[in-house]
T-cell receptor, first 110, second 114 residues
Framework: GQNIDQPTEMTATEGAIVQINCTYQ??????LFWYQQHAGEAPTFLSY????GLEEKGRFSSFLSRSKGYSYLLLKELQMKDSASYLC???????????FGAGTTVTVRA | NAGVMQNPRHLVRRRGQEARLRCSPM?????VYWYRQLPEEGLKFMVY????????ESGMPKERFSAEFPKEGPSILRIQQVVRGDSAAYFC????????????FGQGTRLTVV
């Protein structure tokens, strides 16, 4: 099974950096995903890590350490529109479905 | 290329009625997943289907819930004899048949049972 933990809430100031951590305990692993979800809307894909290291995509970066069962999503130069829930999800080996954490609600203040 | 289409966006049912939720995957996608999201909670996996086959229904309640993905037409999530606890947002996602790709989500159907 999957056990995925991430903080419930985080608050940061516009222009700042926020790091959202995600730890997982799984019986196997075949990739970690980050999604963004604004209230009342569909989750949208942000990043995918399957190998250790940092993946950078504009203002968003995602890091993975498979040996530690740990990932983080880094949001730089925060904008008000970044206020949303950020979902960490793990894909088991040989499987297509995703197991999601409860999500981290990020609030960006002016 | 249209995204994942779900309808209706909002559905109100009285207790005991049936709810039918529809999902049309993205063009070229053969895998469909249904998730349920309760207020302030994460997405919970319900069922994974390919055309005409249920691959994994481990997250779906054994009673009152069923899902199908026919050869022609959308995937349907059916909830019979709805109860207040079924009120939630139901999201459908689709992906192509390769492992190293993300799933794309629809806008969801918000079911309210009154």
């Amino acid at each position: 099974g999957q056990n995925i933990d991430q903080p419930t809430e985080m608050t940061a100031t516009e222009g700042a950096i926020v790091q959202i951590n995600c730890t997982y305990q799984t019986s196997g692993f075949n990739g970690l995903f980050w999604y963004q979800q604004h209230a009342g809307e569909a989750p949208t894909f942000l990043s995918y890590n399957v190998l250790d290291g940092l993946e950078e995509k504009g203002r968003f970066s995602s890091f993975l350490s498979r040996s530690k069962g740990y990932s983080y999503l880094l949001l730089k130069e925060l904008q008000m529109k970044d206020s949303a829930s950020y979902l960490c999800a793990v894909r088991p080996p040989g499987d297509y479905k995703l197991s999601f954490g409860a999500g981290t609600t990020v609030t960006v203040r002016a | 290329n249209a995204g994942v289409m779900q309808n209706p966006r909002h559905l109100v049912r009285r207790r005991g009625q049936e709810a039918r939720l529809r999902c049309s995957p993205m063009k070229g996608h053969s895998h469909v997943y249904w998730y349920r999201q309760l207020p302030e909670e994460g997405l919970k996996f319900m069922v994974y289907l390919q055309k005409e086959n249920i691959i994994d229904e481990s997250g779906m309640p054994k009673e009152r819930f069923s899902a199908e993905f026919p050869k022609e037409g959308p995937s349907i999530l059916r909830i019979q004899q709805v109860v207040r606890g079924d009120s939630a947002a139901y999201f459908c996602a689709s992906s192509p048949g390769t492992l190293n790709t993300e799933a794309f989500f629809g806008q969801g159907t918000r079911l309210t049972v009154v």
